[in-house]
C-alpha cells in the first residue's frame, strides 16, 4: 500500500481520507490553519499588534489537558489564546521516524539535552537550560518538562488505560489516600467520547477495575509476547491485549499505524495521538484558536473582586513581559508548573498564591512507583530473522489481578500496580547488547547474533498513595533565566511504595525464570530498584479536586473556590495516581472541565 | 535544545580514496540532520544497504578525541579479537567501532569521564601486564600472546578475582564494541534487523514456523480460554470496600 502522506510534507491533512469524521474542507482549514501558525503568517502580527484584545479564554499549556481544552472551548465558540513555553513542533516535519543510529550523533544515544535519545519526539528533559529547581537536601526528585507545542503528549508512551471504579474511591475501599469528588461513572462517558475522539486500541475483558473502552482492534502479539501470556497462565497472572492510543485503523482522517514501532519519535503520519496532530488542528480550523510559542507564563493577574483578569507572560524572544487579558482562565502547565504558577501568583487578595486558601497548592505531588528487571530467554535466541517492530509499545499489558490476595492481607502493601513487557527483534542501538554475553571472537559474533531478539524486560508502574512528604513549594532563593522563582521539591517514599517495588521485581523474576530465561538485569539502586521521584514522568495531584474548600484548592469541576474563572485541566487536579498511566484520565477529565467552562459561558456564570 | 552533531574527524583532502567516503559522509550527515520525514521512504529503507563500511582498519586514524594514537591502536586490535570478521560481516574496526568508542567517551565525560578512566585505564593495564609477561605493549605482543593475556579477563566467571578491575574493562569494551558494531550499517546486515520500515498490514512478526518452533501457535486463543475460565470461576473478581470503609 502506498503511502502518499509521505511526500507532501508541507500539509498531513491533504493526503488524508476523510470517509469519516472531518470533512474535506475542514481538513484543508486545519491544514491550513495550522501550517500558518506553524510559520507565524497568519497569527503573528495578531500577537504584535497594540490594539488591547480580550479572549473568551487564555489556556496555558499546550498538551494533553491545555490541548483539550482548546478543542473543546473553540468548538464551544469561544475564543481561545493558547500560551506555550516551548516552540512550535511539528511531527509531519519534526519526526526522526526512518532514521537509523549511525545517522544520528553518537549513535541516538542519551545526553542530558535528550534523556530518552537523539530520536525521542520530545523537547526538554529533566534538566531545561536557563529553568533550574531546587530539591531539598538528601532527597531526590526529577522534574521532566516537555518545552515544545503539546508538551509530554510527543513522546509518552501512548498508554491509554482508563482508571477504574476503585481509583476514584480509594480511600472508602482501603482507608488511605483521598476519595475523587465523584465517581468512576461520572468519568465514563468522557473517557469513551475521548477514546473515540484519539483512536485506543484494546479488547473488551471485563475485568472488574480495569474497565473496558470504545476499543479500535488490537494488534495480534509478537512471539515473546505469546511466550510472556504462557508464562503468565502458569503464574495466573492476567496477561491481556494492550491499550494504546494508536490507530489500528483509519480514523477522523488520520492513517492507520505502519507499525514500524517508532511511536516516540513522534509519528511523522499522525497515527498516534499527541496533541499537536490530533487536538490542536481541528481547534485552528475554527479560526477561533491562537497559539504563542516561546511564552513563558508568569502570573494570573487577578482583579478587585479576587477574579482572574489575565495572565501575564514572559515572551521568550523578546525578554518582555506581554499581558493579556481574558474572561477565563485555563491552566493546565503540567501538574508541578501549575502549582508554582498558582504559588507566584501572589496578590493582596491571594497572599498565599492563587486558588490557596487551603495551603493545599503543591502538596500531595504523586508519580507511579516504577522497578525493571531484563532477562535473557534461550528460547528466543536462533530464531530466523523477521520484522517484529509493530506498534510503538507493548501489545499484550499485566493489570493488576491480585485483589484477592490483598483482600485476605498477604501482601504488606495496598493498591497495585501493570507490568509492561518488552523485548523483540527492535531496532538495535548502541546499548542493544550490554551486559548479555561474555568472551570475545567469532563464538561471540555468533552468540550475539543469535540472541538478537532474546532479551526480554518486564517495568512495573504502580500506585502511590499521597503523602505528606512527597510536595513542592516555592524557593525565592532561586530564579530561572525569566526572573520567577523557581519551586523546589521534597520526596519521600513510604514503606508501601518500596514494599511494591520489592513485589514488582520478584514478580519479574519468576516471570522471566518460568519463560526458561534468566535474570541479567535489575534497576539499580537501594530498595528493590524503585524509581526516583518524578523519574516516571507521572507527577500528578498538586492542586486537586474534592469537595470542601478547605481541603482542596479545586472544585469538583476543577474550578476555583475562590477565583471563579480559573480552572486547572492538567494532571495537577488528580487526587490519586491509579496505577494506570495518567494521560487518558487527564484528556478525559479536561473534556469535563471544559464542557462546563462552555456551558458556565453561555450562562454567564462566569 | 538538539545534540550538536560533532563530526568524529575532518578528512584531509589530499588522500584520494577519502575522497568518495567524504562525500558518504556528507550524505549521511544530511541525512542525520535533515527531518528524515523529508526524505523519500525508498531513500531512508535502502540506506541501510547503500551504505559500504567507512573505515578500513588500515586507513589513517581519524583525529582522536579521547584516545591518544597508541590507545586507538590498541582499541582497535582489541576490537577485532572481540568481533573478528567472519563469512557474514566485516570486523569491528572495519565498521568503524573504535572511532564510535572514541566519540563516545568523548560525549559520556571526555578525558575527565569515568568511563575513559576505566577504559584508559584498562588499556594501561593490558599494557602493563604485556611488558611484564612478554616485554612488549599489547599490540606488539603475537596473537598467541595476545589470546593468552585475553583469556584471563574474557570470561567473569573463571577470571581471577584479583584481576575483577580487568575484567570490569574488558566487559565494559566489550559492551561498546558489540553496541558500536550492531548500531552500525554492518551490525543491522549481520543480525539482521529487518524492520525500520512502514507496513500495512501487522500480522504478528513472526512466522508461523517460529511460532510452531516456540509452542505458541495457539497461545491467544489457549489464554483467552483460560482467561475467560478463571473469571468464570470467580478469580480475580474482586472485593469493593475490603476494610468496610
Known amino acids: ?606 | 535544545m538538539e545534540t550538536k552533531t560533532k563530526r568524529p574527524s575532518t578528512p584531509s583532502p589530499s588522500a584520494k580514496p577519502r575522497n568518495t567516503r567524504i562525500a558518504r559522509r556528507d550524505l549521511l550527515k544530511t541525512m542525520g540532520l535533515a527531518p528524515a520525514a523529508l526524505l523519500p521512504l525508498s531513500a531512508l529503507t535502502a540506506s541501510a544497504a547503500s551504505v559500504a563500511s567507512p573505515t578500513p582498519a588500515s586507513s589513517p586514524a581519524p583525529r582522536l578525541k579521547v584516545l591518544n594514537p597508541h590507545e586507538f591502536a590498541t582499541v582497535t586490535v582489541l576490537s577485532d579479537w572481540i568481533l573478528p570478521a567472519d563469512e557474514r560481516s566485516s570486523s569491528a574496526s572495519q565498521a568503524g567501532v573504535p572511532a564510535f568508542i572514541d566519540d563516545w567517551l568523548d560525549f559520556q565525560g571526555g578525558r575527565e569521564g569515568f568511563l575513559s578512566d576505566e577504559l584508559r585505564g584498562g588499556l594501561t593495564w593490558l599494557d602493563l601486564e604485556s611488558n611484564r609477561l612478554h616485554g612488549h605493549d599489547f599490540i606488539a605482543c603475537s596473537r598467541l600472546q595476545q589470546q593468552s593475556l585475553l583469556d584471563r579477563i574474557a570470561w567473569p566467571d573463571r577470571a581471577d578475582p584479583a584481576e575483577s578491575h580487568a575484567v570490569a574493562f574488558f566487559s565494559r569494551l566489550r559492551d561498546l564494541v558489540l553496541g558500536g558494531f550492531y548500531s552500525s550499517p554492518e551490525g543491522v546486515k549481520d543480525l539482521p534487523y529487518l524492520g525500520n520500515k512502514m507496513i500495512p498490514v501487522w500480522t504478528g512478526g513472526a512466522p508461523p514456523e517460529v511460532l510452531q518452533k516456540l509452542g505458541v501457535t495457539n497461545e491467544e486463543a489457549e489464554y483467552q480460554k483460560w482467561f475467560r475460565r478463571r473469571q468464570a470461576e470467580g478469580h480475580w473478581v474482586q472485593q469493593w470496600y475490603y476494610q468496610g470503609k
Open chain 1, 1 to 606: 500500500m502506498a503511502r502518499a502522506f509521505f511526500i507532501s510534507r508541507e500539509c498531513p491533512y491533504l493526503n488524508r481520507k476523510t470517509t469519516r469524521g472531518m470533512c474535506y474542507s475542514a481538513a484543508f482549514g486545519a491544514c491550513r490553519a495550522y501550517a500558518q501558525a506553524r510559520d507565524g503568517n497568519a497569527f503573528s502580527f495578531m500577537a504584535h499588534t497594540h490594539v488591547p484584545q480580550k479572549y473568551d479564554v487564555v489556556i496555558i499549556g499546550s498538551g494533553a489537558g491545555g490541548g483539550m481544552a482548546a478543542y473543546i472551548l473553540t468548538r464551544a465558540g469561544a475564543r481561545c489564546l493558547m500560551l506555550e513555553a516551548g516552540d512550535w513542533f511539528d511531527t509531519a516535519r519534526d519526526s526522526k521516524m526512518m532514521m537509523w543510529p549511525w545517522q544520528a550523533p553518537h549513535r541516538g544515544a542519551a545526553t542530558p539535552a535528550k534523556p530518552f535519545g537523539y530520536f525521542d519526539g520530545c523537547v526538554g528533559g529533566w534538566q531545561v537550560p536557563g529553568e533550574p529547581y531546587t530539591v531539598a537536601t538528601g532527597e531526590q526528585f526529577m522534574w521532566w518538562r516537555g518545552r515544545m507545542l503539546g508538551g509530554r503528549t510527543n513522546h509518552w508512551g501512548r498508554i491509554a488505560l482508563r482508571w477504574g471504579p476503585y481509583d476514584f474511591k480509594p480511600y472508602s475501599r482501603d482507608g488511605l489516600g483521598f476519595d475523587w469528588p465523584f465517581p468512576y461513572e461520572e468519568m465514563a462517558p468522557y473517557y469513551s467520547k475521548t477514546e473515540k475522539l484519539i483512536g485506543v486500541f484494546g479488547s473488551h475483558e471485563n475485568m472488574e477495575n480495569a474497565p473496558d473502552g470504545e476499543f479500535l482492534p488490537p494488534p495480534k502479539p509478537r512471539a515473546h509476547e505469546l511466550l510472556i501470556q504462557r508464562a503468565a497462565r502458569k503464574l495466573t497472572l492476567p496477561c491481556i491485549p494492550s491499550r494504546l492510543s494508536i490507530l489500528t485503523q483509519s480514523i477522523h482522517g488520520r492513517p492507520a499505524c505502519g507499525y514500524c514501532g517508532q511511536c516516540g519519535r513522534g509519528c511523522a503520519t499522525s497515527s498516534n495521538f499527541s496533541s499537536p496532530t490530533v487536538l490542536l488542528p481541528p481547534a485552528l480550523a475554527t479560526g477561533r484558536l491562537e497559539i504563542r510559542t516561546g511564552a513563558m507564563a508568569r502570573e494570573i493577574l487577578t482583579g478587585p473582586d479576587g477574579n482572574a483578569t489575565g495572565v501575564s507572560y514572559i515572551d521568550k524572544k523578546t525578554r518582555k513581559e506581554v499581558t493579556v487579558r481574558a474572561r477565563v482562565v485555563v491552566v493546565a502547565a503540567s501538574a508541578c508548573e501549575s502549582a508554582r504558577l498558582l504559588l507566584n501568583s501572589q496578590s493582596s487578595r491571594h497572599p498565599d498564591g492563587l486558588a490557596n486558601s487551603s495551603g493545599i497548592v503543591g502538596k500531595y505531588l504523586m508519580d507511579t512507583v516504577g522497578s525493571d528487571v531484563g532477562g535473557y530467554v534461550p528460547d528466543l535466541s536462533g530464531l530466523p530473522p523477521f520484522n517484529e517492530d509493530g506498534v510503538g509499545g507493548m501489545h499484550v499489558y499485566l493489570p493488576w489481578g491480585n485483589y484477592d490476595k490483598q483482600l485476605r492481607h498477604e501482601l504488606d502493601f495496598p493498591r497495585g500496580y501493570h507490568i509492561e513487557p518488552g523485548g523483540g527483534r527492535g531496532m538495535p542501538g548502541p546499548h542493544s547488547f550490554g551486559g548479555m554475553h561474555d568472551g570475545y571472537g567469532v563464538r561471540l559474533k555468533q552468540e550475539a547474533r543469535r540472541g538478537f531478539g532474546a532479551g526480554v524486560g518486564f517495568s512495573g508502574r504502580g500506585e502511590m498513595i499521597p503523602n505528606e512528604n512527597c510536595y513542592c513549594e516555592i524557593d525565592r532563593s532561586v530564579v530561572d533565566e525569566w526572573g520567577i522563582p523557581v519551586l523546589k521539591f521534597h520526596w519521600k517514599w513510604s514503606d508501601y511504595e518500596i514494599n511494591m517495588a520489592r513485589h514488582m521485581q520478584q514478580t519479574f523474576e519468576e516471570l522471566i525464570v518460568t519463560m526458561g530465561g534468566k535474570v541479567t538485569y535489575k534497576s539499580p539502586g537501594p530498595h528493590w530498584g524503585i524509581s526516583r521521584g518524578g523519574e516516571i514522568i507521572h507527577e500528578v495531584g498538586t492542586v486537586r479536586c474534592g469537595n470542601d474548600r478547605r481541603t482542596s484548592p479545586l472544585n469538583s469541576w476543577c474550578q476555583s473556590w475562590e477565583c471563579k474563572n480559573l480552572f486547572v485541566t492538567d494532571g495537577a487536579p488528580l487526587v490519586s495516581n491509579a496505577d494506570k498511566n495518567p494521560t487518558l484520565t487527564i484528556l478525559a477529565l479536561a473534556w469535563r472541565t471544559s464542557e462546563n467552562i462552555a456551558r458556565m459561558m453561555r450562562r454567564k456564570e462566569v
